[in-house]
């Protein structure tokens, strides 16, 4: 039965480190609550022997995800935010601690959580920064947190999903242009060696899958520096600016990615707008936080007049409505919601549905992709074998 480390936090406020032998992590957490204290961060594991895996399982980098993790009990306890923090800096890593420190310097300073977290987004996300200004907004920083902490686990278990469900169609991706590279620039050249020696006139599909591997062959180093600039063009494109509008309207114009995107960026909108609502925040500041976190361009821009129509005396739903990117049928189901009073419910079951239509078509985008690949791959196979067998064809033909 292995040994379980925990740094927890007691009754007095204080800190500290607790071993306990128990058969898996959620046990030992149900002990330590029973105990009254506080679990802040797990260590791992230990031998009986007291001697510590040589790996935990755990990434030196920050982790948004795990920071919220972290502090959701803590402010759940009634512990303020600064003491939290302080709690969190003396039980984490290099990497955690320093983004921690920063974040307290900044509260020392009179700053808000959120426009701190804003002023570090290689750390936080705009989702991230949104919803804590929703907590701030409403007064119920730990509700907030705790949602913030569920949104978070579940974008983790499903990039995990899609990074474990691509692993079989990037390797496929792989060995189909591993294949395309040879045939064109090794097997096609040195069989038309043969026709050359032969002084044979070489058929019409087999010159252009020649003349395909020697353009491969004469034009390699130009791969290298397109690849990087490519990268290069696309890490720039995330900034703000006209590559990046440029970059927005491409995607939403893409048959199979811009739907996706759509639903992924409306999600994010529709959940942050219904965790603000359910919240108690006013509906005017909780759009105008909301839209914040709305990474496309032209997305965003369809909701620019959402506040000024708010205080016109529009209703949410018709003001939504105008924008051509909100999901189908949830029109319909906000001015329901409107007549019972039950907005921010039905904005949060609008706003599950959203995210589980992502996966859904997460899932048949990958499910396409990998025959997708192997029929490409299979159709160009089917071009050099035909073009290899008109050429033995001539090559037979006598003269």
Avoid at 182 to 189: E, K, N
């Amino acid at each position: 039965m292995p040994n379980l480390r925990y740094i927890v936090l007691t009754a007095h406020g204080t800190t500290r480190e607790v071993s306990l032998e128990t058969r898996d992590d959620a046990t030992a957490r149900r002990q330590l609550r029973r105990q009254g204290v506080i679990v802040i961060r797990g260590l791992g594991e230990t031998t009986v022997s007291g001697k510590q895996h040589l790996w935990r399982g755990r990434s030196a980098r920050f982790d948004a995800g795990e920071f919220a993790n972290r502090l959701t009990p803590l402010l759940s306890a009634g512990i303020p935010l600064e003491h939290g923090l302080a709690v969190l800096e003396e039980g984490s890593r290099d990497a955690e601690r320093d983004v921690i420190r920063r974040l307290r310097r900044g509260l020392h300073e009179g700053k808000k959580l959120s426009q701190l977290t804003r002023e570090m987004p290689e750390y936080f996300s705009p989702l991230f920064s949104g919803l804590i200004e929703t907590g701030e907004e409403s007064g119920s920083l730990p509700e907030v947190v705790r949602e913030l902490r569920r949104f978070l686990k579940e974008s983790r278990e499903f990039r995990e999903f899609v990074l474990t469900s691509s692993i079989y169609p990037a390797i496929v991706i792989a060995v189909t242009l591993l294949v395309v590279i040879l045939l064109f620039t090794v097997f096609i050249p040195r069989f038309a060696k043969i026709f050359e020696e032969l002084e044979r006139e070489m058929p019409f599909l087999t010159r252009i899958m020649l003349e395909t591997g020697n353009l491969m062959q004469s034009i390699w180093w130009l791969w290298p520096p397109l690849l990087l600039g490519g990268f290069l063009l696309y890490r720039h494109s995330r900034r703000s600016g006209r590559l990046k509008a440029v970059r927005d309207r491409l995607l939403l114009k893409l048959p199979l990615l811009g739907p996706l995107s759509t639903a992924v960026q409306t999600g994010r909108f529709l959940r942050t707008l219904a965790i603000m609502v359910r919240n108690h925040v006013q509906l005017l500041p909780a759009v105008r936080i909301s839209r914040k976190v709305i990474a496309n361009d032209v997305i965003r821009a369809s909701f620019d007049s959402v506040e000024e129509r708010l205080r016109g005396g529009s209703r949410l739903s018709v003001i939504l409505g105008a924008s051509p990117y909100m999901p189908d049928g949830s029109i319909a189901m906000l001015k329901i919601a409107e007549e019972s009073g039950e907005i921010g419910e039905m904005l949060e079951r609008i706003a599950e549905e959203t995210e589980e239509d992502v996966r859904v078509r997460v899932k048949r985008l990958l499910a396409l992709l990998e025959p997708g690949v192997i029929l490409i791959l299979a159709g160009i196979v089917l071009l050099v074998v035909l073009s290899i067998f008109l050429a033995i064809m001539e090559m037979n033909v006598i003269r």
